[in-house]
């Protein structure tokens, strides 16, 4: 059960920002010792692979707090996140951390069953956050976007982490995402209602 928390909380990590569970997962495996990776993953720990992660963070760190770019990015990322999602879930799973030390055998006896899980949790956050976006910016003339911006990295940063750490944690953090999610939708929803109020179709 641990085991499926840790890649949960890891892949939904993603969904909020594709980088930020791959540079903890490597960073705390290579510079710590409360990660072992699997063997198959241990390439996340190269000096140079975490290099590359940490340029893309920052690309992404700066380009989703600019109002239209982060939509720009949003797009892009459509690909990316659930593929980085997919990695996350698939290395944290068989992972040994302070947590989890023996990983379960069957998330690695067919590879793509974690990876494909991952990459639909990626998937889901994403789309969720992709959506809420032009409704943050819209709402706040644009101010609003660094500050969605901020609140989803500190958000990616608080799973990656207390999915390594805590995996129990990544359960409440499931609740708190659902409940902006259903915010989101009603705030929306509501917006509609009351443009077509002010708008209603007439006929001459």
């Given at each position: 059960m641990l085991e499926l928390l840790t890649g949960t909380g890891l892949a939904l990590a993603a969904g909020l920002n594709a980088w930020i569970p791959l540079v903890v997962l490597g960073a705390l495996d290579r510079f710590t010792g409360l990660v072992e990776l699997p063997a198959g993953w241990s390439w996340l720990a190269n000096e140079w692979?975490?290099?590359?992660?940490?340029v893309l963070l920052v690309v992404e760190f700066v380009a989703d707090?600019?109002?239209?770019?982060?939509?720009?990015?949003?797009?892009?990322?459509?690909?990316?996140?659930?593929?980085?999602g997919g990695l996350a879930f698939g290395s944290g799973v068989g992972a040994t951390t302070v947590a989890v030390t023996d990983p379960e055998a069957f998330f690695t006896s067919a590879q793509w069953v974690p990876i494909a899980v991952g990459a639909g949790l990626a998937l889901l956050v994403h789309l969720a956050k992709a959506t809420a976006r032009p409704v943050v910016n819209t709402a706040t003339m644009g101010v609003g976007a660094p500050v969605a911006s901020a609140v989803e990295d500190a958000g990616?940063?608080?799973?990656?982490?207390?999915?390594?750490?805590?995996?129990?944690?990544?359960?409440?953090?499931?609740?708190?995402?659902?409940?902006v999610v259903?915010?989101?939708?009603?705030?929306?929803?509501?917006?509609?209602?009351?443009?077509?109020?002010?708008?209603?179709?007439?006929?001459?």
């Open positions: 692979v975490l290099l590359i992660l940490v707090k600019i109002p239209g770019l982060d939509s720009v990015n949003d797009v892009v990322q459509t690909f990316v996140r659930p593929t980085a990616s940063f608080t799973l990656a982490f207390a999915a390594i750490l805590a995996p129990v944690l990544v359960v409440l953090g499931i609740v708190l995402m659902a409940i259903i915010l989101l939708v009603r705030r929306r929803r509501r917006a509609r209602a009351a443009g077509a109020t002010e708008h209603p179709f007439t006929v001459d």
